[in-house]
């Protein structure tokens, strides 16, 4: 209990430093629980919270934004046209291709991806570039993974700004079709 309540501080706090800290706390707890919940998805929320509360750093938005691009490539299963609201989970018709140059964002036309490309606030062209540049760790984007591929960005020379320009119109564009922030 004590445990319990000293790595629930640290992870309030918000601190980098306490990341693995907390981690292993909570794995020791929850293993040793009956009522453990899957590790994998509390993994993911520790990561989602380590994200958003470990500043500013060059790390900090290289795993932020390739989070975001995990978000966008599995998890919410919505066609990445600003002005499409199709979702391929409840149209089992429906199959999400992604763009050819970036492998990133999914549409579920060839007419949706050609609005996106030129749409007047959020167009996929001012985008497709940056993600088209960290495309190759697309495939180390995995449940527990992220960390270690933004690392692995960082060190091989994705700057920053490219980083940046890549979680600001994934954000964007989960604002404009009011995706939640899961």
Not at 23 to 35: E, I
Not at 73 to 79: L, S
Request: charged share 25%; proline share 6%.
């Amino acid at each position: 209990s004590t445990r319990r309540t000293k790595s629930l501080q640290l992870f309030e706090e918000g601190s980098a430093s306490n990341y693995s800290l907390l981690a292993t706390g909570l794995y020791q707890m929850l293993k040793s629980s009956p009522r453990c919940p899957p590790l994998k998805s509390l993994h993911i929320e520790i990561q989602k919270h380590y994200a958003r509360d470990f500043g500013g750093t060059p790390e900090q938005m290289h795993f932020s934004s390739l989070y975001a691009i995990y978000r966008t490539r599995t998890r919410n299963q919505q066609c990445a046209a600003p002005d499409c609201r199709i979702k391929a989970e409840l149209s089992p018709s429906i199959t999400l291709r992604h763009c050819a140059r970036c492998r990133c964002m999914p549409y579920c036309s060839q007419t949706c991806q050609v609005n996106a490309w030129k749409h007047p606030t959020l167009p996929h062209r001012d985008i497709c570039k940056s993600l088209e540049t960290v495309s190759p760790y697309f495939d180390g984007l995995r449940d527990g993974q992220v960390r270690k591929i933004a690392k692995k960005c960082l060190e091989d020379g994705i700057d920053y700004d490219t980083m940046l320009s890549i979680l600001m119109h994934i954000r964007t564009l989960e604002n404009f079709k009011g995706i939640p922030d899961v």
